[in-house]
């Protein structure tokens, strides 16, 4: 359980609030073939800010479809129209109030089964590596980022990052220098080792499963370290 007032407590709530603005932008079917990706971050962005209050996002907001869901989060595909049968994923890095959220999600349009099981395989792959997080005391980061590149080979996926995840907290969020801040294959950073401080340090996981001959993929992505409910 999460103590009311904490730096956990404080994550959790902006991740739910993350949440809602996903859900809104579902209710308010946004995500729409026709509309170009660039106008649907941008009717995304008037929605946090009228809606949920959102002035800032941590990071640059992700809306990918079709062939560019293939590309990862560095990557600057040309704008694309939103076609009636993609896969299409948001990633957003709202920021309510002091903290952080970051919040992945991947939909289809259409009726698509292996695209389906696409979004099923994500949440399964997410399910996955939070339970071994939660049962490998001293799991690295390499180690896990190991672990979730395979979990989408059985289902045909091929992992489309080579980052899994990284740091998250107060905005901008903790820097500690000398060390690796992301999930990354070799990294020897133990995720349940704190700051030098004595604070614990929280994690966002990233799954990217991308089917290069078919050419779509999907994203997912939310808190690691924290999934109990905010009491």
């Not at 957003?92 to 952080?100: I, K, S």
């Not at 045909?156 to 294959?185: K, M, N, Q, Y």
Request: glycine residues 10%.
């Amino acid at each position: 359980m999460t103590v009311p007032g904490t730096r956990e407590s404080f994550l959790w709530e902006a991740q739910r609030r993350a949440e809602a603005l996903f859900r809104a932008v579902l209710e308010r079917r946004l995500i729409r073939p026709g509309v170009l990706e660039s106008e649907l971050s941008g009717e995304i962005h008037a929605l946090a800010r009228s809606e949920f209050g959102v002035r800032r996002h941590w990071h640059r907001r992700i809306v990918r479809s079709g062939v560019n869901t293939l590309q990862g989060f560095r990557a600057d595909p040309d704008d694309r129209r939103l076609a009636g049968d993609d896969v299409v994923f948001l990633d957003l890095g709202p920021v309510f109030g002091e903290w952080e959220a970051d919040f992945g999600r991947s939909y289809v349009l259409g009726r698509d089964p292996r695209k389906l099981r696409l979004i099923d395989d994500l949440a399964d792959a997410f399910r996955l590596g939070q339970a071994l997080y939660e049962s490998e005391p001293g799991l690295t980061a390499g180690e896990l980022y190991d672990y979730v590149n395979e979990l989408g080979a059985d289902g045909g996926w091929e992992f489309g990052a080579d980052t899994a995840g990284h740091l998250i907290d107060h905005f901008p969020h903790a820097r500690d220098p000398g060390r690796r801040e992301v999930i990354c294959s070799g990294n020897a950073q133990r995720l349940d080792e704190p700051f030098a401080d004595g604070r614990p340090r929280h994690w966002i996981l990233e799954v990217h499963f991308v089917d290069r001959t078919r050419g779509y993929g999907g994203f997912h992505e939310e808190l690691l370290t924290i999934r109990e409910p905010y009491l």
